[in-house]
């Protein structure tokens, strides 16, 4: 309980302590990157040291074995030594044949300037050279860790985001799941009690006009019943007609809907066997055509279309409504999403869980224009 409660705090103390070491990690290696920069920088004002001494000695001196040894030591920093009129006096860590190329030295030269400070070398008081240097190949891949670092903290926190969300989906699924059955639970009582009475009705003589309306009624509580308590558990599926299961649902909606409304129902002749669970299937039809109707605002034209492509047979329920903006395809289809002054918005994502989840099929929303109505189409495989 103690942890339940302040858990979205302890949320927030992670992720900024997350955020202060990435930002410390990342100044450390800034402050890395800018020492090794620095010594870089001292190899090389060594180098232009023992260069100015190599011009400086004598022809006949012996002693220069530390001055040579200091000119020989960089063998990865690149490096152009360019005369007072601009030619090339020697260069080291570069492609020669590339070298030859003076106009390729010019950009070197300006991309050295750029990335270091030039060295001059001194022939007394006057400058015989300049040194131009560019960063070591291990100081240009350090430049890119800390971009290295930032994705691996970006994967790192993508994969906690989607572990999260989906152990709150789990957690949500559990919890409707759990109020479907209770649900089915509660409707049970009453509705046995009802089927009783209805015995007693019969036995009483009255009129059996009466008798059946209210035996339509308790079916369809049953049916309601029957579905609850299967979005509570999986579902069996087995072998059905889906055209008989769609017309069924259809021809239910068309007698309770207004008359305003054109019905049309098109399929195919013979029958089409698919793996269906009948209770849920004809939910998740009965939401799509109520859906419809209550986006025509109870006056236009639905059609419901069977169609068979290749080893998939298509449903598409087609309105003359007001139409789903783009960006919205999918966000219809999300729990609580709803554009109605009144409504959970449960419909839609129930039953893309009715179809994705138990059926292993595909819903989407196939065509949809402003003013001009929505086409959303299921797709189940043919057994």
């Not at 449960?346 to 893309?352: A, E, I, Q, V």
């Amino acid at each position: 309980m103690i942890f339940t409660k302040y858990s979205n705090t302890l949320r927030w103390v992670i992720v900024a302590a997350s955020l202060i070491i990435v930002s410390l990690i990342l100044w450390k290696t800034y402050e890395f990157f800018q020492h090794f920069k620095e010594e870089e920088r001292t190899k090389m004002e060594n180098w232009s040291f023992a260069q100015t001494e190599f011009i400086n000695s004598d022809d006949d001196a012996t002693n220069l074995d530390l001055t040579l040894k200091i000119m020989s030591s960089n063998e990865t920093t690149p490096m152009l030594v360019i005369n007072e009129d601009g030619s090339l006096n020697s260069f080291k860590n570069l492609d020669e044949t590339k070298i030859q190329d003076s106009l390729y030295v010019q950009k070197l030269i300006a991309k050295f300037a750029e990335e270091n400070r030039p060295i001059p070398v001194k022939l007394g008081n006057s400058i015989a050279s300049t040194i131009y240097y560019g960063n070591s190949p291990l100081l240009n891949k350090l430049k890119y860790y800390p971009l290295a670092l930032l994705l691996i903290v970006f994967l790192f926190g993508a994969v906690i985001f989607f572990f999260y969300r989906s152990t709150k989906n789990a957690t949500q699924n559990k919890l409707w799941s759990g109020m479907a059955k209770e649900t089915a639970h509660q409707i049970g009582t009453p509705l046995s009690s009802l089927i009783g009475w209805t015995e007693i009705l019969k036995s009483e003589n009255v009129n059996p006009s009466y008798i059946s309306e209210i035996e339509k009624d308790i079916d369809r509580l049953q049916t309601i019943t029957e579905r609850f308590s299967k979005i509570g558990s999986i579902p069996t599926l087995e072998l059905a007609d889906i055209k008989k299961e769609t017309l069924d649902s259809y021809d239910y909606l068309k007698a309770r809907a207004s008359k305003l409304i054109d019905f049309e129902i098109v399929m195919p002749e013979s029958g089409i066997l698919v793996n269906l669970n009948k209770q849920l299937y004809s939910w998740a039809i009965e939401n799509l055509v109520k859906n419809a109707i209550d986006a025509m605002k109870g006056r236009g034209k639905l059609i419901v279309e069977i169609v068979e492509i290749d080893s998939t047979v298509k449903i598409n329920v087609t309105d003359t409504g007001k139409g789903i903006a783009k960006k919205d395809f999918n966000k219809i289809f999300e729990p609580g999403y709803t554009t109605k002054k009144r409504g959970w918005g449960l419909g839609l994502s129930l039953t893309k869980r009715i179809i994705e989840d138990f059926h292993y099929g595909k819903i989407k929303v196939l065509h949809s224009e402003k003013d001009k109505g929505t086409t959303i189409q299921i797709t189940l495989k043919r057994a």
